[in-house]
Every structure is written in structure tokens, then in C-alpha cells.
């Protein structure tokens, strides 16, 4: 059996209206992809697209955002500059977590079983207080629990434990998260 691209159909993925999507493209390259500095604004308008946004927000410059009406950041939550949410799926930020520099929440995948190739999509969960460090991937169907850290440069491919601290490619528990007032 081989590949077969050419087989590939993914006609039952309905992310949303055609020119929402262009809208949300338009709008995303000139206040999200760039080095606009202004969180506030870019609340706002993930608002006017559908997202569930909490208090106290901070979006960096040169975050991408697949589409904001599959999006839900809680309170006090810290998105680091050139963060992908490739949301292709559900993704789900609990209050107080961070998403630091570069990292990417990464909802979608292929079947590397079938030769269509076909698309699979999972939602990613971040729990309170959870914290993805810079560079690090989360995959589809990924949950973070509440407290728990991915670090630096490390790929979540299983559900990570509450309040422990996961390393690695894929990432493991290395110890447990103690944190002091």
C-alpha cells in the first residue's frame, strides 16, 4: 500500500463560512500576525469573532490564531509573541495559564494509517495555571491539567498529570511542581 494523496477528502470538515474565514485572515494579518502591540484591541475583535475571552488577556505581537470561534481563554491568561493556535479544533485556556514564545497548540493531524491521509482533529486543554514554555509543541487531544508545565522545546503527546513538570520529545514527568507564596 502507499500514499495516495491524490484519494484525500476532507469535505466533512466544516470550519466555518468561506467569508468568515477570508474575513478573519484579513483582519488576523494585520492586528495578530504583525507586531501590533495593543492586547486590549485584539480582545476585542476575537470577541467579534466568536471567541470566549476572559479578563486581563495579554497577546504578544506575531500570534497566529486558525479561527478565534474555536477559542476560549480564560482570565489573566498570557499568550507569548509568535504563539500558533492552529485550532482546528476546540482549544480551551483556563484562567492564569501561559502560552510562552513560539510555542504551538496544534488541534490537527493525519491519519498516517489510511493512504487518503485524512484529517483528524482533537481539541487541547490547558487547565489553571498550566504554562507550555517557549518553543514547545502541544498535540491534538492534549490536556494540560491544572498546574502542570511542558518545557522548553518539549512536545506533549499524552495528557499531562496536575501540578508536575513534563520535558522532552515525547515529554515525561521529570518532577513534581512545588510552588511556594
Given at each position: 500500500?502507499?500514499?495516495?494523496?491524490?484519494?484525500?477528502?476532507?469535505?466533512?470538515?466544516?470550519?466555518?463560512?468561506?467569508?468568515?474565514?477570508?474575513?478573519?485572515?484579513?483582519?488576523?494579518?494585520?492586528?495578530?500576525?504583525?507586531?501590533?502591540?495593543?492586547?486590549?484591541?485584539?480582545?476585542?475583535?476575537?470577541?467579534?469573532?466568536?471567541?470566549?475571552?476572559?479578563?486581563?488577556?495579554?497577546?504578544?505581537?506575531?500570534?497566529?490564531?486558525?479561527?478565534?470561534?474555536?477559542?476560549?481563554?480564560?482570565?489573566?491568561?498570557?499568550?507569548?509573541?509568535s504563539v500558533w493556535i492552529d485550532n482546528l479544533a476546540e482549544v480551551k485556556i483556563g484562567d492564569h495559564a501561559c502560552v510562552s514564545q513560539g510555542a504551538m497548540l496544534l488541534c490537527g493531524n493525519h491519519n498516517y494509517k489510511k493512504s487518503s491521509f485524512d484529517l483528524i482533529v482533537k481539541s487541547i486543554i490547558l487547565e489553571?495555571?498550566?504554562?507550555?514554555?517557549?518553543?514547545?509543541?502541544?498535540?491534538?487531544?492534549?490536556?494540560?491539567?491544572?498546574?502542570?508545565?511542558?518545557?522548553?522545546?518539549?512536545?506533549?503527546?499524552?495528557?499531562?498529570?496536575?501540578?508536575?513538570?513534563?520535558?522532552?520529545?515525547?515529554?515525561?514527568?521529570?518532577?513534581?511542581?512545588?510552588?511556594?507564596?
Amino acid at each position: 500500500m502507499r500514499t495516495r494523496l491524490d484519494t484525500f477528502n476532507n469535505d466533512w470538515y466544516k470550519p466555518g463560512a468561506g467569508w468568515k474565514r477570508a474575513l478573519w485572515y484579513i483582519t488576523s494579518s494585520i492586528f495578530f500576525e504583525t507586531g501590533f502591540p495593543i492586547s486590549s484591541i485584539k480582545v476585542f475583535i476575537l470577541r467579534l469573532f466568536g471567541a470566549k475571552v476572559g479578563q486581563s488577556v495579554v497577546i504578544k505581537p506575531r500570534v497566529r490564531i486558525k479561527y478565534p470561534w474555536f477559542l476560549e481563554i480564560g482570565n489573566h491568561v498570557w499568550i507569548g509573541e509568535s504563539v500558533w493556535i492552529d485550532n482546528l479544533a476546540e482549544v480551551k485556556i483556563g484562567d492564569h495559564a501561559c502560552v510562552s514564545q513560539g510555542a504551538m497548540l496544534l488541534c490537527g493531524n493525519h491519519n498516517y494509517k489510511k493512504s487518503s491521509f485524512d484529517l483528524i482533529v482533537k481539541s487541547i486543554i490547558l487547565e489553571e495555571g498550566s504554562w507550555v514554555g517557549a518553543q514547545s509543541v502541544v498535540c491534538p487531544g492534549i490536556t494540560l491539567h491544572s498546574h502542570s508545565i511542558l518545557t522548553v522545546g518539549s512536545v506533549a503527546a499524552s495528557n499531562m498529570e496536575p501540578y508536575f513538570i513534563y520535558s522532552g520529545n515525547p515529554a515525561v514527568k521529570i518532577r513534581e511542581r512545588r510552588m511556594k507564596e
